[in-house]
């Protein structure tokens, strides 16, 4: 039997960042992730295997960072926790000893009973290397895909797709709009146009009745009865937390399914914690369970289970909501809440928003405009949210408001924020549009 002062369940963004942390703030103590896969693919990167980057094995995440940080690594699944004799068990026969768990057994693709969707050529996104190769070859032979879900995973698909088939590419989308668990309105209707002028079909405000065929895919049927072509469909309409493990070994799961844990990661077992998507969440917003599977709220997550194993060192503030997507050219991104979260979440808030070339200049290269909307409350003036498009240095940007969010800032604030700006850069610094945005929501609070 092996001894391990640290096992590390899980190699992905979670598990890796976990062990990276515990071997920083506890360079003294032994330590072992286990995980099931040869090889870890990037999972943020795994729509871009099927243009941009061409194939599973230029995605994936190297092991040296393991060795690098004296991390033993064991490639096997995990099938029992005993909690009493604290030992994990393995599918290949091993039993290894822990003093501290930390489970990052992440998650799987949501599969709702739809009929069809277990015809061949329908795929769900597993984050798993073989499975990703057997899809982009089934993809090559297609000419009509339909892509279920118009979330961003769904709509980097779209993309990807079409940059790399020959095939006609339609999104479904339950909600009135692609990507509006994310975004306010007219963001989305621009996402929408981009998507369009692009070759891409989106069809909104409408449900998937069933994927139609005997063996294989042949058509997908819309609720109302309109069907469409499809000899392959690929499904992205969430995760659900892998919690077998945690479930079995007696932890509780929380409202949204995930494993039960304290504000440092720590489960109901003092010498276990849990961390990535197969954690339960809550919101930064008011505490409320929160659903949302990140891989930059997993980190987040790993860095507090990792420094909190022999002393509590961190703290959770909640999930903020932080990320971004690019359709062609043009990228979308938001942090915290969009106005008709704000309304959801019963704040009584005011918006301000500013537009600007993103170079000065405007004829200097690489011009392109950004626009930047932000939300605060009306009472106090302080940051719920903000989203940004046009120009990809949004996906920096938004992390500049996600910091104004996580530190309370107010409108004043960030309307006296001394930023830096370069002609071939950024806007100019009359026309900014972070701060222009804070000035107009002054103005509307005035
Ligand atoms: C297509 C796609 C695109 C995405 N894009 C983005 C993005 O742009 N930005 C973003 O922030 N997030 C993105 N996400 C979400 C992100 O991928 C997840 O939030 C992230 O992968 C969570 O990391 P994790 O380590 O918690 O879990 P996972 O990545 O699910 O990893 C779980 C790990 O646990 C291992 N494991 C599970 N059970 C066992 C067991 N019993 N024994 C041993 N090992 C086990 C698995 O093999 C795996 O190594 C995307 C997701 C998908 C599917």
Same mark, same amino acid.
């Given at each position: ?241 892998? $919690?077998?493990?945690? =479930?079995? /070994? %007696?932890?509780? #799961? ?5 494993? &039960?844990?304290? !504000? ?123 989203? $940004?498009?046009?120009? =990809?240095? /949004? %996906?920096?940007? #938004? ?5 104004? &969010?996580?530190? !309370? ?38």
């Amino acid at each position: 039997m092996k001894h391990t002062d640290i096992a590390v369940v899980g190699g992905s963004a979670a598990g890796i960042t976990a062990a990276i942390t515990a071997r920083r703030h506890y360079p003294e103590k032994k330590q072992l992730l286990i995980r099931k896969e040869e090889q870890v693919l990037i999972p943020c990167g795994i729509p871009y295997i099927f243009g941009t980057v061409g194939g599973p094995e230029k995605n994936l995440i190297p092991d040296e960072v393991l060795a690098k940080n004296g991390i033993e690594l064991v490639i096997d699944e995990v099938t029992e926790v005993d909690r009493e004799k604290g030992e994990v068990k393995t599918a290949g026969g091993e039993t290894i000893a822990y003093d501290r768990l930390i489970l990052a057994t992440g998650s799987l693709p949501a599969m709702p009973p739809v009929p069809g969707f277990q015809l061949s050529n329908v795929f769900p996104v597993f984050k798993d290397v073989a499975q990703l190769r057997s899809m982009q070859k089934a993809l090559k032979e297609v000419s009509d895909l339909v892509i279920i879900g118009g979330g961003f995973i769904g709509v980097e698909f779209a993309d990807e797709c079409k940059k790399a088939l020959q095939a006609n590419v339609s999104i479904v989308e339950m909600l009135p709009h692609c990507l509006m668990l994310a975004y306010d309105e007219e963001f989305c209707a621009q996402a929408e146009q981009l998507l369009d002028s692009r070759g891409i079909t989106p069809i909104t405000d409408t449900k998937v009745a069933r994927v139609m065929g005997e063996d294989r895919v042949e058509g997908v049927e819309l609720a109302g009865g309109r069907t469409l072509r499809a000899q392959a469909v690929i499904v992205g309409i969430g995760a659900i937390a892998n $919690v077998n493990l945690a =479930k079995n /070994a %007696g932890l509780p #799961i929380g409202p949204t399914g995930g494993i &039960v844990v304290d !504000r440092t990661m720590r489960t109901l077992d003092a010498r276990i914690f849990a961390c990535g998507d197969c954690a339960e969440k809550f919101s930064f917003f008011g505490g409320r369970p929160s659903p949302l599977k990140l891989a930059s709220i997993a980190t987040a997550e790993a860095r507090i289970a990792g420094a909190n194993l022999f002393g509590t060192r961190r703290e959770n503030i909640g999930t903020v909501g932080v990320w971004s997507t690019v359709i062609g050219e043009t990228a979308f991104a938001t942090a915290g809440l969009t106005e008709s979260l704000a309304a959801r979440h019963g704040y009584n808030y005011v918006v301000g928003a500013a537009e600007a070339i993103n170079r000065h200049p405007g004829g200097m290269p690489g011009a392109h405009p950004m626009k930047v909307k932000l939300v605060f409350e009306k009472h106090n003036a302080m940051i719920l949210g903000g989203q $940004v498009m046009g120009d =990809k240095a /949004a %996906g920096e940007v #938004i992390n500049a408001i996600s910091a104004c &969010v996580q530190r !309370r800032m107010t409108a004043e604030d960030i309307a006296m924020f001394q930023t830096g700006t370069h002609p071939a850069l950024t806007a100019s610094p009359i026309s900014y549009q972070f701060v222009n945005a804070a000035e107009a929501a002054i103005a509307a609070l005035r």
